[in-house]
């Protein structure tokens, strides 16, 4: 599988919204409602942001949020704070017996 | 809590053998489909392995086929990733991760670095 297109880099200021897209095909993003994103900071392991498209799991913020439309999935950070500023990956299942795929990754700059 | 420690990383040389452990706490271990995930430096997430529960089925991204063994150990606890033939290119931060419906990674340890380097 190929892996998930997502924009290098996104930045906003704090108190703004910011979108990071995740672009995919028929056969992952578009053919099932399983896509996830992970915040990692540097040096540290992925945390788990958001689950099947827009679902968050308990402890993360209403500040992040996830959608989709046909084949690309986005998330996106309302209210940005300082400690948002990470890399953010987006994943999405693939169909039964593979192993699933991920995106490259955005790095997301709070000026 | 849900714990996922990793361990057995190091520095390797080209063709060489590393076994990777990954000792889980904090939910029953054998329900659950494990799962490894690589990320080479300054790169990002890659798959390279799960297996489901009762070690009835894995699966290898095609990079690995053939030279990595995924295994578990349900008394233990424990999941192994057995890597052979090991190239420059595996170098990365491996991390262990309990795999959730739909290919969701929702624990993650704290990862093992693998350096193949002669």
């Known amino acids: 599988q190929s892996a998930l297109t997502q924009p290098p880099s996104a930045s906003g200021s704090p108190g703004q919204s910011v979108t990071i897209s995740c672009t995919g095909t028929s056969s992952d993003v578009g053919g099932y409602n399983y896509v996830s994103w992970y915040q990692q900071h540097p040096g540290k392991a992925p945390k788990l942001m958001i689950y099947e498209v827009s679902k968050r799991p308990s402890g993360v913020p209403d500040r992040f949020s996830g959608s989709k439309s046909g084949n690309t999935a986005s998330l996106t950070v309302s209210g940005l704070q300082a400690e948002d500023e990470a890399d953010y990956y987006c994943g999405s299942y693939a169909g039964s017996n593979t192993l699933g795929v991920f995106g490259g990754g955005t790095k997301l700059t709070v000026l | 809590q849900v714990q996922l420690v990793e361990s057995g990383g190091g520095l390797v040389k080209p063709g060489g053998s590393l076994r990777l452990s990954c000792a889980a706490s904090g939910f029953t271990f054998s329900d659950y489909y494990m799962s490894w995930i690589r990320q080479a430096p300054g790169k990002g997430l890659e798959w390279v392995s799960y297996?489901?529960?009762?070690?009835?089925?894995?699966n290898y991204a095609d990079s690995v086929k053939g030279r990595f063994t995924i295994s578990r150990d349900d008394a233990k606890n424990s999941l192994y990733l057995q890597m052979n033939s090991l190239r420059a290119e595996d170098t990365a931060v491996y991390y262990c991760a309990r795999r959730q419906m739909g290919a969701t990674p929702n624990y993650w340890g704290q990862g093992t670095l693998v350096t193949v380097s002669s």
């Open positions: 297996i489901s529960s009762s070690s009835s089925y894995t």
